[in-house]
């Protein structure tokens, strides 16, 4: 046997390893984690709408504390992070040896990949600390934490581009989310067929919905940033909890919170669609 033919079998051993049913197994119960994250968020900024925020945080620290205080709320802390690594092991997977699809194989793909893998990949660490005991890992706020990190960037040499490039592409990156959203690319994933009529249609509204609401988000921390960058003042960039917090600021008042809101409990509920339906 070849050098080569040994080093094309063994690639082939560890693509068929990645793919096995416990990777599987990760990466749906990592969208079923997701998703209830999302779904809290949205929850948590219903509230807010309603002014009735009760000091909680719109964002992931905020779900991760409202979990934290149910009955059992230590264990299911272990699970949520626990799901969330698989997730991140499933993302790394596809960073490895590709994705599923005809073009998942593509140097920009799996470079998206490796970098999903690293998000959930601390995701999972900061829940998992959280639940075995360090309250300032999962909890943070997302606010507190972006203008700090901005404060000691901007003051970097040439920190202001640096911060407006972050910005930039923050913004860029909800914008394509989205857009993708809209013209329903998420489908390509599905197994549309699998499903009936009716499951397809409610699946296509959460993804289009729910991922249109998740791209806003995005887009307006990003023109936070970016303005933070402009005007050189940390104070202007916004986490999750005080971007959402800002569409209750607009003209629309709280009703754009609200139907913002209701667009992460969509993506949420689409991220367990996702657990059933996607193609892994």
């Not at 970098?115 to 900061?126: I, K, L, T």
């Not at 075995?132 to 997302?142: F, L, V």
């Not at 901005?150 to 581009?161: E, H, I, R």
């Not at 296509?204 to 729910?210: E, H, R, S």
């Amino acid at each position: 046997m070849t050098p080569g033919s040994t080093a094309a079998r063994g690639r082939g051993q560890a693509r068929r390893a990645t793919n096995s049913t416990a990777i599987a197994a990760g990466a749906r119960a990592g969208f079923v984690a997701r998703g209830i994250i999302y779904v809290l968020i949205g929850v948590l900024s219903l509230r807010i709408s309603f002014s009735d925020g009760s000091g909680k945080q719109a964002d992931r620290g905020g779900a991760i504390s409202e979990i934290a205080g149910k009955p059992f709320g230590a264990a299911l802390l272990w699970l949520l992070g626990a799901a969330l690594a698989g997730m991140a092991l499933w993302r790394l997977s596809g960073a490895a040896f590709g994705q599923a699809g005809p073009d998942g194989r593509r140097a920009n793909k799996r470079a998206m990949a490796a970098g999903r893998a690293v998000f959930y990949g601390f995701v999972s660490y900061s829940v998992l600390s959280y639940a075995a005991g360090d309250k300032s890992s999962g909890s943070g706020a997302s606010d507190e934490n972006s203008r700090d990190v901005t404060a000691k960037v901007l003051d970097w040499p040439a920190g202001q581009w640096i911060v407006a490039i972050a910005g930039a592409a923050v913004a860029a990156a909800g914008v394509w989310i989205a857009v993708r959203a809209l013209r329903r690319k998420f489908q390509e994933h599905f197994k549309m067929s699998g499903m009936s009529p009716k499951i397809r249609q409610v699946v296509t509204v959460l993804g289009v919905f729910g991922g249109t609401a998740r791209g806003v988000v995005f887009a307006a921390a990003g023109g936070f940033a970016l303005t933070a960058a402009v005007q050189h003042k940390a104070g202007k960039a916004k986490g999750m909890d005080d971007t959402l917090r800002s569409f209750a600021d607009t003209p629309a008042g709280p009703w754009l919170l609200m139907f913002i809101a209701v667009g992460l409990m969509a993506y949420g509920m689409f991220s367990w669609a996702s657990a059933r339906w996607r193609k892994l």
